[in-house]
């Protein structure tokens, strides 16, 4: 049987970067077409610029990386840790889990969490709202009704991080808050006229007064850079 005989790719169908691979997709961003390989490359560089633009991180510093199981905090274990070796950052990672005791919903993303522990070579520290507070998310929202149940959540979880990293001796939490979280926190700091929050929303590195903690958010202003 003759060889089936493999379909010129068309130019417009190729990686604007690198011109020889078929691109897979289109950044909305700037929508240039790029292929897989390409897309990687620039979107760490991206993160590594911030990192390096932000001054986010020191040699030898210990940083906890929030890591629900959902693909953004998944994606940032990933890239941190690629870029720690590439760019020799010196950082010793590590995954910080809440456990908000909510049935069906985190305790199987744990079960990624834990994928990722081992994928990553990175301890993972697991902390839950059981063991700090003595409720789980479950049982608040049996008590208060769901609709005010995200409000809890979040500055429950937010403390709950603080609090787990500082269990682990580590004062730098990193988090997978993307561009589209940035505009959802701006627009509600503005509808709610919270001037004094709008200004920290779009800030990549924030901490709370009486907290030892920075929080930084690397995936935070990716969208600002340009074409490559
Ligand atoms: N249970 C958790 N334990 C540890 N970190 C968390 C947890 N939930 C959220 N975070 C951190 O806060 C970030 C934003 O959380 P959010 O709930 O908005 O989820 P998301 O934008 O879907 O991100 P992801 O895809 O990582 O879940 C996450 O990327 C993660 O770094």
Redesign the pocket.
């Known amino acids: 049987m003759p060889e089936p005989t493999k379909k010129p790719v068309k130019v417009s169908q190729l990686c604007e970067l690198c011109h020889s691979r078929k691109a897979v997709m289109k950044r909305p961003k700037n929508l240039q077409k790029l292929c897989k390989q390409c897309f990687f490359h620039v979107f760490e560089t991206e993160i590594h610029l911030t990192i390096k633009k932000e001054q986010l991180f020191h040699k030898g510093e210990r940083v906890a990386?929030?890591?629900?199981?959902?693909?953004?905090?998944?994606v940032?274990a990933s890239i941190l840790k690629t870029l720690n070796e590439r760019y020799n950052y010196g950082l010793e990672l590590v995954l910080?889990?809440?456990?908000?005791g909510i049935v069906g919903y985190?305790d199987d993303?744990l079960a990624t969490v834990k994928r990722n522990q081992k994928q990553y070579e990175m301890p993972l520290e697991i902390v839950s709202y059981r063991d700090l507070y003595n409720w789980t998310m479950d049982e608040i929202v049996a008590c208060s009704g769901i609709k005010s149940s995200c409000t809890y959540c979040g500055v429950l979880?937010r403390q709950a991080?603080d609090r787990g990293a500082l269990k682990l001796g580590i004062y730098h939490v990193?988090?997978?808050?993307?561009a589209d979280?940035m505009a959802e926190t701006v627009l509600m700091n503005l509808l709610r006229g919270d001037t004094a929050r709008l200004e920290n929303s779009v800030n990549v590195t924030t901490k709370s007064s009486g907290s030892p903690i920075k929080r930084s958010k690397p995936f935070n202003v990716a969208e600002e850079f340009g074409k490559y």
Not at 65 to 73: H, L, T, V
Not at 174 to 178: A, E, K, L
């Open positions: 990386i929030g890591a629900s199981g959902g693909k953004d905090s998944t940032l910080l889990s809440i456990d908000e985190r993303s979880r991080l990193v988090t997978g808050h993307n979280d």
